[in-house]
């Protein structure tokens, strides 16, 4: 399977405790889009990221949140300090940069906060 | 003034009925457009994506209005199996890409 893979699927977590989300693109992409999406809400734009780029990190909470992608292995979306308000899908998406942007999501991270 | 605005519904139609969906962006140098559709609980999927010269993929027809800074979706002939969510996604330069909130399709028996 040449998706987007995203692990772990569920993620428990006590507040306080820090979270490690991982995504590795689909073959051959090199763009990855992280967003986050509350129970019957919408999908809100995090973090968009190049190979070893932050290239927007602009949706991204400017405490407790890091997001990299490194030149070897998965991006990382990383909280520290998780709080009850963090509980989300989390959901990763990948693109070959290309000027239409097509976007193939992950099957996404279900954080919950105890 | 939110980005991306869709109405949320939800859209209650019969089986075979005709149904659209509009969504309304705010940024006017936006460049690419495109459509989503996500089930419950699982990550959204590419459905069309949505040029000035509209185009249609069967039983979907997706149009642009740049000069209203809008996009449509249609879909006719309307299936049990079409019920979902459907997400608008603009992307508004520089690669970044940004989505509705969608509007939730329940196609009735």
């Known amino acids: 399977n040449a998706g987007v893979m995203q692990n772990p699927r569920h993620l428990v977590r006590r507040r306080g405790q820090e979270a490690r989300l991982r995504c590795s693109p689909m073959?051959?992409?090199?763009?990855v889009y992280w967003y986050r999406q509350l129970p019957e809400e919408g999908l809100k734009f995090m973090v968009y990221?190049?190979?070893?780029?932050?290239?927007?990190e602009s949706g991204m909470p400017k405490e407790r949140f890091s997001a990299e992608f490194p030149k070897e292995g998965p991006s990382i979306l990383r909280i520290q300090q998780v709080v009850r308000g963090d509980s989300a899908a989390y959901f990763c998406?990948?693109?070959?940069?290309?000027?239409?942007?097509?976007?193939?999501f992950g099957s996404g991270t279900q954080l919950s906060v105890l | 003034r939110k980005e991306v605005e869709q109405d949320p519904g939800p859209f209650n139609v019969p089986e075979g009925a005709t149904v659209a969906f509009n969504c309304t962006y705010s940024?006017?140098?936006?460049?690419?457009f495109f459509w989503y559709r996500q089930d419950c609980r699982k990550e959204p999927k590419l459905l069309m994506s949505?040029?000035?010269s509209g185009n249609e993929d069967g039983r979907f027809t997706a149009q642009l209005n740049r000069a209203s800074q809008y996009i449509s979706l249609l879909i006719r002939d309307s299936k049990l199996s079409d019920s979902a969510t459907y997400l608008c996604?603009?992307?508004?330069?520089?690669?970044?890409?940004?989505f509705g909130t969608g509007t939730k399709l329940q196609v009735i028996p």
């Open positions: 996604a603009v992307n508004e330069g520089y690669q970044k890409v940004t």
């Open positions: 990221l190049q190979k070893e780029n932050i290239i927007d």
């Open positions: 073959k051959g992409h090199s763009h």
């Open positions: 998406a990948s693109s070959d940069g290309t000027a239409n942007e097509k976007l193939f």
């Open positions: 940024n006017s140098a936006s460049q690419s």
């Open positions: 949505v040029y000035s």
